[in-house]
């Protein structure tokens, strides 16, 4: 069911800079940005298609996190091609309802990118995202 790594995501303190760490001191390449300043978001491509989701500010933490720690790893996104019946697996082993999934569409650029998104909190709180393009 699922099908690889997807993204995991840090929330930056000074979005500039973290998004030149890893474009320019890793070599990661941008893959899609969106949002107006003080909100915006991008995804960076580690050269596999599996990314690092960078939001500037606060973000979405996990449960229990200080909503100013920047290098916080936000949380753990799963590639799937079925965000539904992964949702309800997730369910069925012990994990616990964060959000329903949706469908919805990021007006990321150079394209929107439609997808299906689900999160639930793993068996030690964690916060687990399941990611379907559509």
Not at 66 to 95: E, I, M, N, Y
Request: charged residues 20%; aromatic residues 10%.
């Amino acid at each position: 069911m699922t099908n690889g790594f997807h993204h995991i995501a840090i929330t930056a303190a000074d979005f500039d800079r973290t998004i030149q760490f890893y474009a320019q001191g890793l070599g990661f390449s941008l893959k899609r940005s969106w949002g107006e300043p003080g909100s915006r978001a991008a995804m960076l491509d580690l050269g596999d298609g599996g990314c690092i989701e960078i939001f500037e500010g606060s973000g979405q933490l996990p449960k229990g996190s200080d909503p100013k720690a920047a290098g916080c790893w936000l949380h753990l996104a799963v590639k799937t091609s079925d965000t539904r019946a992964l949702f309800q697996q997730a369910l069925a082993a012990g994990a616990t309802v964060h959000q329903e999934p949706a469908d919805l569409t990021i007006q990321s650029q150079p394209h929107p990118l439609p997808v299906t998104i689900a999160f639930v909190y793993g068996p030690d709180g964690e916060l687990i995202e399941f990611f379907q393009e559509r």
